[in-house]
């Protein structure tokens, strides 16, 4: 009975704090809808002012001139206003549903039967968040607003001082703006007075200004600071779903229903009128930011253009670098630029779309999806493809750092094939992640995902398979070594993995694969980043050791340069 008691009183307590908001925001309004009234008055005075009074003499003229422009700007700064209010009113009403909605997810997820529908409300939550990005750059923006409006307020306090003192201003004005043969007109009482009216309407305009200016400055800061409190509880609840999402069904297990549904998700990449709306923003985009994309689009024709010349260079690099007496580190060096020349290319040109659909102001649904898509076949080719170039004839693996000539051949030959199936497939998975109908993207994500899985599958069969060039090198070199001896078991255990994915994958687990394959890509990254590192650490000091040898050679006996040459062998050894 308590419990219902306190239960009813918090609801009452909620209501009455929603009616007093309400009447607030009508206050509000009512409000600034009456400064919106003054400022247009204040406007309109000051042009009616300044057609009805006739004759004017140039100093008058520029005196309500000058009167209609502040009263224009007066006029902005009340509509900037409204948006600034409407702005700071939505951020904190977000930030109230932003803690019901993190209080309903914690609901959620403390529910014994966590299936599909309530993974997909999480999941829904997830992308609705703020990202931090987003806000760095408003912050950004507000900061130079900052800065001008306070500019702003500092040149309208030297016009207010110098209005103190209306009298001595209109004297020193009219005789300052007459010339000698319009002396006699400074006892005009009209001019005076149609002078002073004006200088008395621009205080007022000022001190309107001034007034305004303080109340926007006062928004601004109060926005920065809802908006930052908004973006720490989005953070918090993005890493609270996060650590659920992970280990709980995100997505329903696969079945025969699934088919109509991923026909419908590929037929939307089918769409023709998608398709056509997707060039309509590619238009915007061109006259939004033309500068953007005459300067990207001529670095993607150099990079292009220059792929051959990257080519021939390898080839003249890689020939040097087979004689002794001109190796140097530098050559290796740059063998690498090139190698990253070379394969930054096609990345860029899908890098530089995604980036130019992504900074549309409105995009629609389908090109935020091939924004995305674009976004991540950059992000997937452009370390695959690099070490695909280092794999390359007389490339830095061949020419440089003397890798077996088999493992690199059959390296680069199952790269070259394997880079489209991950592209393509990678494509598809990024792009619906955008989708707001979970069970057709989901449909059509999963499918990429578990060919993605397949095809990786493949790919290490043929790489890491037992009688393959890469284990028999393996196993002529370092017979005895523990990689070779259990090369069985580690062949098990990696080909499990993409094979665990498209379990996980298959079960609902989508979120779950997603990660996985975000963490397995990284750590293979960053183990093949090391191996290359080392390779040309251990080159370096191979360099350097000959050169010890040769300075040797010159000073002491041959024969204990015949002893100290007996240690010096391929990279490895050195």
Known sequence: CIRDRLTVERDLSSRQVKHQETITAGWRAALQNRRESEAEKARVDAEQAQTKAPALQP???????????????????????????????????????????????????????????????????????????????????????????????????????????????????????????????????LLQGDLRNALAARRDLVEKLQAGYSRALKYLSNIEVSDKELTEKARQLESFLDRHLLWMRSSKAISWEDLPRLQVAASWFSDADFWWLLRQDLKLSAQLHIKTWIAGLLLALVLLAGKNYARKDLYRTADRASRQDMDTIGLTLRALLVTAWMAAAWPFVFGLFAYQLARLPMPNIFTQAISSGLMGVAVIVLPVSFFYHVFAVEGLAQAHLQWPLPVVRTLRKNLRWFIPFMATFGFFIASVKVAKQFEYSDALAIAALILLSISAIVFLFRIL??????????????????????????????????????????????????????????????????????????????????????????????????????????????
């Open 465 to 574: 398979r037992p009688g393959g060039e890469v284990v028999a090198t393996m196993t002529t070199r370092r017979p005895q070594s523990w990689m070779v001896r259990l090369r069985y078991a580690w062949f098990v255990i990696i080909l499990s993995v993409p094979l665990y994915q498209i379990v996980l994958a298959a079960s609902g687990y989508f979120y779950s694969t997603l990660e996985l394959r975000h963490l397995i890509r990284t750590t293979v990254l960053l183990v093949a980043a090391l191996v290359l590192l080392r390779a040309i650490g251990m080159r370096w000091l191979a360099i350097v050791q000959r050169k010890l040898i040769v300075e040797r050679a010159v000073h002491e006996p041959p024969a204990a340069v015949e002893g100290g040459a007996a240690g010096l062998g391929s990279p490895d050894t050195a």
């Open 59 to 189: 100093v008058l003229q520029q005196e309500f001139d000058l009167n209609v422009a502040l009263g224009e700007e007066l006029e902005a700064l009340t509509k900037e206003e409204l948006i600034l209010v409407n702005e700071l009113s939505y951020l904190q009403s977000r930030l109230q549903d932003l803690e019901d909605e993190q209080q309903l997810a914690r609901e959620r997820v403390e529910l014994i039967s966590l299936g599909g529908e309530a993974g997909y409300f999480l999941r829904e939550l997830r992308k609705s968040l703020p990202a931090v990005e987003e806000f760095k750059k408003k912050s950004y923006q507000r900061k130079i607003k900052i800065s001008e409006y306070r500019e702003k307020q500092l040149e309208l306090d030297r016009r207010r001082r110098k209005l103190t003192d209306l009298d001595e201003l209109v004297e020193k004005t009219l005789f300052t703006g007459l010339d000698s043969g319009q002396k006699e007109m400074q006892e005009s009482t």
